[in-house]
């Protein structure tokens, strides 16, 4: 089988489609195309960087050194003004040539966790279209609403298959497949079972919008025996938990090195915020935090109240009375214990799930047809 994938920029971060395409590529072909945006870019000095970084890299299939055997990168030149009927014209003959050049003739399953892929998918021939849904884009923060709409209307008009990682993100009228965040356990059990000495509550990952930092500071505040530690890049202000002395900032790190930086943690967290966008996060972190058997906390997302041996809480008291319960008298058996709670979830297992239910949808191979308008 050969996949089609619309994903996030290769390599750049450890993102739930990568995982999943690592382990389809076990045994498959995978194309994938870097993100083609879901966004108009601004005059920003940012923005402008961003897009001179992805009109340098042109249009190749030539794998990067560090690329997989199995992979497959065509680079087509996309400009990410997608609500222009020119523009995504131009897009649409850029994609076409570059993905059915690195096809080869061979039809695959496409499988897409940006929805606006669904703008560019009319001229190459494919066996499925699943849609990947891992968030509701059009509440994401940067995102064009407008657009994740659009997008996301026509891709469940041409989707086979949805899979979600959340039950809210199952749409009516498509065939789903609840597709729960997996982990790589292996990769995490390298953190010691036994608790370190120190009293480190730590958090990888970004620090968006969507963490309650005001939580955080609460927490900072009711237990200054109790060091904060964030490893992650920022998109928000921390000027407030910079002023605080027990509060550590700290770069992110390559996923490859999480485990040495989990090592000194003797408890992990995700301070979520709870509104519309986080009512259908999985966050890919919880697992991963059990995996290395760590205490682990969150605030009562739906998708994390079934997870078994995670704490759930909203308020700062409830944090510090977990903080002197469950993480104060952590024990080697315990963190085997929360290791074992998710050694089912592998992403062997989830790509396992995906492929099988691909197999089974009862469709011809869809052949290329004209633009919908």
Known sequence: MTWLVFGDDWGRHPSTTQ?????????????????????????????????????????SSTPASADPSWLVRPRPRVLPWHRSPAVAALNRSAITRAVNDALQGEVPVVLASNPVAALYLDAIPRRALVYLRLDDYAELPGVDPELARLAERRMLRQADLVAATARRLLPAGVPGLYLPQGVEASHFGRVSLDPPGGKVLGFFGLLAPWIDLDLVAAVARAAPDWTLEFVGRSDVDTTALQALPNVRLLPAVPYADLPSVMRTWRAAWAPFAMNELTAAVNPLKIR????????????????????????????????????????????PFRRAERRRGVAGDSWSSRAAELERTVNAIPTAPRAAHASET
């Open 19 to 59: 995982h999943l395409a690592r382990q389809l590529g076990e045994h498959s072909r995978v194309v994938w195309i870097d993100s083609i945006g879901m966004r108009s870019p601004t005059l920003t000095a940012d923005d402008a960087r961003r897009l001179w970084g992805r009109l340098r890299r042109g249009r």
């Open 288 to 331: 991963e935090y059990l995996a290395a058997g760590l205490p682990s906390f969150c605030t009562p997302l739906p998708e994390v109240r079934e997870i078994r041996g995670v704490r759930l809480g909203r308020t700062a008291g409830d944090v510090v009375a977990w903080l002197a319960d469950e993480a104060a008298h952590d024990s």
